[in-house]
């Protein structure tokens, strides 16, 4: 890592920090309005933000990036109409309650929750300039500043982004526009950076593939920073005997409508009892959408996670179990834990599968794709975390961004 790379984002840090007491202090009218700018001159200034978009697309597919990622960096007239309506609709969600009362203590006193912002939070992502304004939007509802780094593709509809969306709504609000920083370098090593820095920078949201993200989430624990990571993503589909099979292709069909995003499906378990007679329809169905079947013998593990495989990420591996306990234990162990679904009109069966699944999100006789901060919950996400530890787990939005502060009180007079 260069002086120069490590300067850029230590500033972009200190300036976010001196930032956040304006947002931690302003007004929930304040922050609504602040969103809803940012909607409006998302779609005021959509032409400069589509060429911004157009200039990263056409680089990156010179440079041979796959189908797959240019789909995750391209936003489309439909997709920008779509961000301005989330942060329309984050704009009307309700705020945290800052001070919950707990109990009344010994000699009346009475013991409060207050939630605290955490001050400053990083956010590393990849290529993706959506997740630009869904993670800026997220922190400014929770009254946390951001320094934010994405990955070169998307940094120049990230930076557009920045300068005629996100700041001037701020500021119009009459919010300190430097409470969100974007990292300007282009250098990976910027990551690093952002996470080596606890005083200024204790929490950091990692995305992104995952031997890079648990790379940094390492690099952030020897340094004392705590990390929110998706690392991982694939979603699962067990095929149950008492599966309806109509049911069973539309489940595939709506599970492949984009292929570069982590909760796709990746892994399709089908019961050896009904695989004959399923199978025709899973094989019709992944040729509607191009993918193709990695059948017996697999020449990976059978987790194998295709969302960001350059190569052959339009793939589905496909494999037979005999029984929901297989089912359930080949997602447990050799799956990222992302998401896992059932396919089967048994109730019994249903109630076992979400049993004994651990992961973060289980369905019956619905999509994957659903795990998702905006289909779940009406708000956009700034990741999802698949932690096995208390805390925020699945999507992580506004009402996750906080510290818990004890406050003990005389009673009320």
Known sequence: ?????????????????????????????????????????????????????????????????????????????????GMAEQLRLLAGAPHQERSIEVSTLDGGLRLVERRRPVGVIGANYEARPNVTVDVASQLVKSRNAGVLRTGSAALGSAQRLLEVVIAPALAEAGIDADVVQLVPRVERSAAAALVRLPGLVPLVILRGSGESTRALATEAATHGVRTLAHADGGGVLYVDAAADPTTVRSLVERSLDRLGVCNRLNLLLINSAVYDEIWPRVSDALAERGVSPSLPPHEHPIGYEWALDSDREATVTVAQVDSIAEAVSIANEQTSGLAAGIATEDAAAAEAFFDGYQGTGVFWNAPTRLLDGFKLLAVPETGINLDKVPGPRGPVTYTDLYVRQYAVQPAER
């Open 1 to 81: 890592m260069t002086d120069e790379v490590a300067k850029a984002v230590e500033e972009c840090a200190r300036a976010a920090k001196r930032a956040a007491p304006s947002l931690a202090a302003a007004s929930d009218n304040a922050i609504d309005t602040a969103l809803g700018l940012m909607a409006q001159r998302l779609l005021d200034h959509r032409a400069e933000v589509l060429e911004a978009n157009a200039a990263d697309v056409a680089r990156s597919r010179a440079d041979g990036m796959s189908a797959g990622l240019l789909d995750r960096l391209t936003i489309t007239e439909e997709r920008l109409t």
